[in-house]
């Protein structure tokens, strides 16, 4: 679940802002500053952000510009709205797609940005979930802890560090117990994994257990002190099911995932294709994020709070900024620059107009296929046979052959298809 650093595709990207937490941990913290990973967490989510921006505008200027053009959609939309056969289908999808080809955007315009941020927000994500992998001074702080549970060696140690992962209730079991049952097998850096996400309480539990709280308390204290964020929260814990104020995590997650949806989704006609599916969203989202920002460490809810203010922020700019263009103006460069596009590629078709011609021309060849099939069908139907053609399946009929022969089987089953068709 954990493995240290991340490792594969997503190793660099994780590298990347590993190294900014890093620096913004130790600009905090040093000359006596604040070591609080929960303020941390929020200025890490602003950088991100920043990083990010000019994607997500990209992104909204997309889906501003379809938005624009949709009554040229509908329109096309109306004229086909009583032809549901193929060919008529087709075309108003070629002739949609025009309209997008004109205005240099697409239907899916909005995707790409989404998909090309994917990889980052995953390796975001997988910093925030494993801290002490990226900060040093921070794992510095877990390392003699983890050296005393791995110098807690026999199988009566292993199989107390089980028994305390189920009975804790301690996030990401099943990795912690496969780590616990292994420990010869593992290193420091596997065990600081799974005892970053155990909480103060629980480590101090631990040392109790291993005879090991009065040498390292001064470690569990300092791991207390970063861990502390407003109102008696600690980050290291998930809120959970229970009364407490750090409930307010995911609330505020939900209000701001809901309000930044909306506000995206604002403009649009009723009648656009997609309009189900964005007030389904706008419910769906929010409810996903409590459910994260409750089963997860409260850190993990932090930077998803955060970083749901930060877009609803954004996205209250982007409406603004917009509301106060000219969208003819904007409409008219796009225009220009598809125009300069199309000039420099040749006439060379987009990827859709491509895929498109490609859809009709496999429709048309499908739907020949189909007629010639039913022109011999029937023409198999029609068919008379010769008068010489019947004289010999007459004189077939009654020749003989050889008992259980290959013609004698095939005679029979002639004349068995001959009897059905005179029945018929």
């Not at 070591?35 to 950088?47: E, H, Y």
């Not at 596997?190 to 001064?218: C, E, P």
Request: hydrophobic share 40%; net charge positive; with cysteine.
């Amino acid at each position: 679940m954990f493995l240290t650093a991340q490792g594969g595709f997503l190793g660099p990207f994780a590298w990347i802002f590993g190294k900014i937490m890093d620096l913004i941990y130790n600009l905090l913290a040093g000359s006596d500053g604040i070591a609080n990973l929960g303020v941390c967490i929020i200025l890490f989510t602003v950088v991100a952000k920043l990083i990010l921006f000019p994607l997500n505008f990209k992104q909204q200027k997309s889906a501003k510009i379809n938005m624009v053009i949709q009554p040229e959609i509908q329109k096309i939309q109306k004229k086909y709205k009583d032809k549901k056969d193929q060919e008529s289908m087709m075309k108003q999808q070629q002739e949609i797609q025009a309209v997008y080809s004109k205005y240099g955007t697409s239907m899916t315009g909005g995707c790409l940005p989404t998909l090309i941020q994917l990889p980052i927000i995953y390796a975001l994500y997988r910093v925030i979930q494993n801290i002490p992998a990226y900060i040093e001074s921070i794992k510095a702080m877990y390392a003699p802890i983890a050296q005393a549970v791995l110098d807690t060696q026999g199988t009566k140690a292993q199989q107390f560090m089980v028994d305390f992962v189920n009975d804790n209730g301690i996030s990401g079991a099943s990795y912690a117990m496969k780590t616990f049952k292994n420990l010869a097998e593992v290193g420091v850096n596997n065990v600081i994994d799974v005892l970053s996400n155990f909480g103060v309480s629980n480590l101090n539990s631990l040392l109790d257990t291993i005879g090991k709280s009065g040498d390292l308390s001064s470690n569990v204290s300092q791991i207390d002190q970063i861990h502390s964020f407003i109102l008696g929260i600690n980050i290291s814990e998930a809120p959970g099911y229970k009364l407490s104020w750090a409930l307010l995590i995911p609330i505020s997650s939900a209000v701001f995932n809901y309000l930044s949806m909306k506000l995206s989704s604002s403009g649009q006609a009723d009648d656009v294709a997609n309009n189900s599916m964005m007030k389904s969203m706008q419910i769906t989202m929010p409810l996903m994020s409590i459910f994260i920002c409750i089963s997860l460490p409260a850190g993990i809810g932090i930077y998803w709070s955060a970083s749901a203010l930060i877009s609803l922020l954004i996205q209250i700019g982007v409406n603004f900024y917009y509301d106060h263009q000219d969208m003819d103006k904007i409409l008219a460069k796009q225009m220009e620059k598809a125009a300069k596009k199309a000039a420099k590629n040749g006439g060379k078709k987009s990827f859709m107009e491509r895929m498109m011609d490609q859809s009709a021309e496999a429709q048309e060849e499908l739907e020949k296929q189909q007629a010639m099939r039913k022109n011999s069908a029937a023409s198999l139907k029609n068919y008379v046979p010769s008068a010489q053609a019947q004289k010999a399946v007459e004189e077939n009929k009654n020749k003989q052959y050889k008992s259980g022969s290959i013609g004698e089987k095939a005679n029979i089953m002639m004349n068995y298809n001959n009897t059905k068709k005179e029945e018929k």
